[in-house]
């Protein structure tokens, strides 16, 4: 921690150890506490910093190194995932309120930054969910995270693509239309009373729009094996790690 705290010069390589580390088997229990700790330097003054405690808890996230347990991962939701979706739509809330006060436009047109940030949640969001459903589903408490996850990504979808980024729009709806896809071939609803009827209440109530789109597009796109970091749903420019692994 302190030779990332002090401006030593090696702050970087730091990083990589403590992503090393919390990937390995030496994290031993840890790797919630290695992963808290990234998420305390995603915000760092110094942008090199930021960005490479973000490349290397991105990488942990979705393809952790380690077995992670079920209860494990609803932490991980409800402390890391959750709060950097919730950063993302603060940012670009942010960006809009600035634009009203100064030229009177509700645009939700993004930037560059604030759309990297919703193509990040929505991919965190949708896959780690997804590589790993059938360990959530050992969790009682996994219809509610469903529909949490759910609500994020429906919000995400609240205004028609015309008005916001293009890409963020259509990403969440491939990465919706996925995990539905899935969860019911899996016989995820199937063995969750209601769960589907729920699904479409939060849809419907959401960004009612998008049903009949969902419920139209092919099932053979459907990608759920395919833990590639540096292409598809998201940018590939993010740190300085190998992303050849």
Not at 122 to 133: A, C, D, P
Request: proline letters at 3%; charged letters at 25%; a negative charge.
């Amino acid at each position: 921690m302190r030779l990332i705290n002090q401006r030593t010069g090696v702050e970087g390589d730091a990083l990589k150890l403590l992503y090393g580390v919390a990937n390995s088997e030496s994290a031993d229990g840890s790797w919630i506490d290695l992963m808290r700790i990234l998420l305390s330097y995603l915000q760092d003054e110094r942008p090199a910093v930021a960005k490479m405690a973000w490349d290397c808890l991105y990488r942990s996230l979705m393809v952790p190194g380690v077995k992670i347990a079920s209860r494990v991962w609803k932490e991980c939701f409800e402390e890391i995932i959750y709060t950097l979706d919730d950063r993302s739509r603060y940012v670009e809330y942010s960006l809009v309120a600035t634009r009203f006060v100064m030229d009177g436009s509700r645009s939700h047109g993004t930037t560059k930054d604030t759309r990297d940030m919703s193509l990040y949640s929505t991919t965190l969001l949708s896959k780690v969910f997804l590589y790993n459903i059938h360990t959530l589903a050992e969790l009682d408490c996994f219809d509610d995270l469903w529909l949490n996850v759910l609500k994020r990504l429906a919000t995400k979808l609240q205004t028609p693509h015309a008005a916001q980024h293009v890409e963020v729009y259509e990403t969440t709806l491939h990465s919706l239309h996925n995990l539905l896809v899935v969860m019911t071939a899996d016989g995820i609803f199937d063995q969750h009373a209601n769960l589907l009827e729920m699904s479409h209440d939060v849809i419907r109530t959401i960004c009612p729009h998008v049903m009949q789109t969902l419920g139209g597009r092919p099932n053979d796109d459907v990608a759920r094996d395919d833990p590639d970091i540096g292409s598809g749903d998201v940018p590939s420019d993010v740190g300085g790690l190998d992303h050849s692994a």
